[in-house]
Every structure is written in structure tokens, then in C-alpha cells.
């Protein structure tokens, strides 16, 4: 939907959790020196100023005041705040440029990306609102300068649709990251099928793809089941739903951003990496208890 814009809320408890996972299913996969095709199919505009979100101070602002952080927390949160120390063994990330335009401080899933991957690597960033593909175009720019970093294509196209002709990779590794904004009722139907057209494509890729929960669901015109249960039902291949509690739905403790009363979000993982399971066993119950407080839960499903 084109009136979505994702800087409304960066650094909410939804990019918390969505980037979090990212950030820790891409390091896992860049432990193997071979290269590495990502593709992000809501890209958003790349970085974003936080004083222009609603939701930041409720979900990364906690974080980076908070004390001994889940080390898959800490390396999320360094992003954006680099004097964060970093985890045993972690690399440093590579600094931004400084013609950056002015005031874009939090790093969206693409310059996540971008800061991760390496020479040899392929960064694909769909993005149809044409403000944001603008910004996005300046930002992956400045992330592609110098030697060593990865190739970076912007495309103002409808990403789910566009992931098609860029699966298998050549190299049979990738990641591909669905963060749509599930405002058009078609969402409900056009992304779980672009999810099994890919999955049939390249069945050992690792897929991503984000859910909110909402009392009032728009699922609920188009499909008799949540949406994560569709999502999670795709395949019988590895993988994993996480979701994040931090309000109770119908008790108006729900985002106050959300029309829809957003009381949570989710993610399907398929093929997460082994080692995931554990670092959000940790990080699940921190996160709702320091998120969601008294309203706050979490789930964690694992199939493999």
C-alpha cells in the first residue's frame, strides 16, 4: 500500500523483533565464505530519522538503556547505537557515510543488509513508493561505495511478484526478507502465494516474512485462519514461528498507532539457522518483559 511508510514505526517492538532475527540469521549465513544472494521485498527507505516515528521510545529506545542485553539483542541494537559493545567474536560494522542525508539515524532492513554483506554478495531491494525507492536509492548508494562491499540493485517494483526471476541464486544460498505493511486485503492472499511459488524455487533458501497481530483483522474477510498459521503451514520444511506479545487484544492496551489494535507482531522463518532457537528462548522473555511489561508474552514454535 503506497500510504504505508515504514519510518512511521522504526525502532517500534515490531522492528525489534524482526530486525533482531534478521541481523542474527544473516551473520550465521555470512560464516560461509561462499557468496550470498538477499533480497528485501518491502525495502522501505533504507535508514530513518526517529524523531518522525510514533514507536521507537516503547521499543529500541528501551533496549539501548536497558542492562546486560541477550547477546542476539546486543548485536541488533548495535546498529544504531555502535558503542554498544559488541559480542565475543563479532566483528565491527562498517560506518556509514557521512552525505547520508541528514537525520536518517536508524537502519532499516536494508542497510542492515548492506552493512552485513560482502564483496561477491548481491543485495536486491524492492520498493514501490516513490518517495522512499528516492531515499532508498540515495542511502544504498552511499552503502555501496569503496572497495569490498556487496552489489546493491533499487528496483520500483512490486517485490513478492519480483522475487521470482532472482530464485535459485546461482550459488544455491540467499535469504529473502517479507515485511509487507498487510494494510490491502489482497496481502492475504497475494504474499502466502509468493512464499510457495518461492519455496517450490529454491527449497533450502532461508524466507523471512513479518505478520502483525491485530484485533481487527483484514485476514479474517479472505482466509478462516491467522495469518501466522497460513504462513507457518506453507511447507513442511524447517522452520519457525516467533511472536511477541506487548498489549492484550480487545483491552485497549494494543500499539495506539494502530487502528486495527496491533497487540503484537510475528515472524515465519523457514530454514533458520540451528543456533537461533536458543538465542530466542533469551531474548523472547526479555523482550516481553521489557517491552510488553504486564501485557507482554511471547511464542516460539520450532519444526525441523
Known amino acids: 500500500m503506497l500510504s504505508y511508510l515504514h519510518g512511521f514505526h522504526a525502532g517500534g517492538a515490531a522492528d525489534v523483533l524482526k530486525h533482531s532475527a534478521l541481523v542474527f540469521c544473516l551473520s550465521y549465513l555470512k560464516q560461509k565464505e561462499k557468496p550470498l544472494l538477499c533480497v528485501d521485498t518491502h525495502a522501505g527507505a533504507g535508514f530513518y530519522d526517529l524523531s518522525s516515528s510514533a514507536e521507537w521510545e516503547q521499543g529500541i529506545g528501551r533496549l539501548i538503556h536497558a542492562e546486560a542485553l541477550p547477546p542476539m539483542l546486543a548485536s541488533y541494537v548495535r546498529f544504531n547505537c555502535p558503542d554498544v559493545p559488541a559480542p565475543a567474536g563479532e566483528a565491527a560494522l562498517p560506518a556509514v557515510q557521512s552525505s547520508v542525508p541528514a537525520g536518517l539515524l536508524y537502519s532499516g532492513s536494508p542497510a542492515i543488509m548492506a ?174 518483559k521489557l517491552l510488553g511489561g504486564s501485557h507482554g508474552g511471547w511464542r516460539l514454535d520450532w519444526e525441523a
Do not use: Q
Open 115 to 288: 552493512k552485513l554483506l560482502e564483496k561477491g554478495d548481491r543485495l536486491v531491494c524492492f520498493e514501490l513508493h516513490p518517495r522512499e525507492f528516492e531515499t532508498l536509492t540515495v542511502s544504498m548508494a552511499e552503502l555501496r561505495k569503496g572497495e569490498g562491499g556487496p552489489a546493491i540493485e533499487t528496483r520500483r517494483e512490486d517485490g513478492p511478484g519480483g522475487i521470482r526471476s532472482l530464485l535459485p541464486p546461482p550459488s544455491r544460498r540467499g535469504l529473502v526478507f517479507i515485511d509487507p505493511s498487510w494494510e490491502e486485503r489482497e496481502e492475504y492472499e497475494t504474499i502466502p502465494g509468493a512464499v510457495m511459488e518461492a519455496l517450490r524455487r529454491f527449497p533450502e533458501g532461508t524466507f523471512m516474512i513479518w505478520y502483525p497481530l491485530l484485533t481487527l483483522a483484514k485476514e479474517k474477510a479472505v482466509s478462516s485462519s491467522p495469518v501466522g498459521d497460513t504462513l507457518f503451514g506453507l511447507s513442511n520444511i524447517k522452520r519457525c514461528r516467533l511472536e511477541l506479545y506487548t498489549g492484550i487484544p480487545g483491552t485497549g492496551a494494543e500499539t495506539k498507532s494502530s487502528p486495527r489494535g496491533m497487540y503484537g507482531s510475528g515472524l515465519v522463518i523457514y530454514n533458520p539457522p540451528w543456533t537461533l532457537r536458543a538465542a530466542l528462548e533469551e531474548a523472547l522473555p526479555f523482550l516481553a
